[in-house]
């Protein structure tokens, strides 16, 4: 049975840093294509980051990319979210996800198998 949970959510300041945890079980890890992705409340699907199977290989949505680090641990069945100077727009649930493809995008939520319950990430100004 596979189940995502994610953690290390929480509220910061606009400039703050926060680290995501996913932690994976029920399913071999090391072998999917894994993303992070966030929604708000009354916004729609917004895809953040994706990894390779072996971590060698990672891709942030613009809006993310210099601020945010994707990694995995595959030995821990665990992936990482790093989030560096968090903005206000950045608030909202935070979603580990298996892709049901291998590769590292997505547009919806039809692109992921599973995913769990999710992480809040709450940036004031």
């Known amino acids: 049975q596979v189940h995502l949970v994610e953690s290390g959510g929480g509220l910061v300041h606009s400039g703050g840093s926060l680290r995501l945890s996913c932690a994976a079980s029920g399913f071999t890890f090391s072998a999917y294509w894994m993303c992070w992705v966030r929604q708000a409340p009354g916004k729609g699907f917004g895809w953040v980051a994706g990894?390779?199977?072996?971590?060698?290989?990672?891709y942030y949505a613009d809006s993310v990319q210099g601020r945010f680090t994707v990694s995995r641990d595959n030995a821990e069945n665990t992936m990482y979210l790093h989030m560096d100077n968090l903005r206000p727009e950045d608030t909202a649930g935070y979603f580990c996800?298996?892709?049901?493809?291998?590769?590292?995008?997505?547009?919806?939520?039809?692109?992921?198998?599973?995913w769990g319950r999710g992480a809040q990430v709450t940036v004031s100004s």
């Open positions: 990894i390779a199977p072996g971590g060698d290989d990672a």
């Open positions: 996800a298996r892709k049901k493809y291998p590769n590292w995008g997505a547009s919806s939520w039809s692109d992921f198998d599973y």
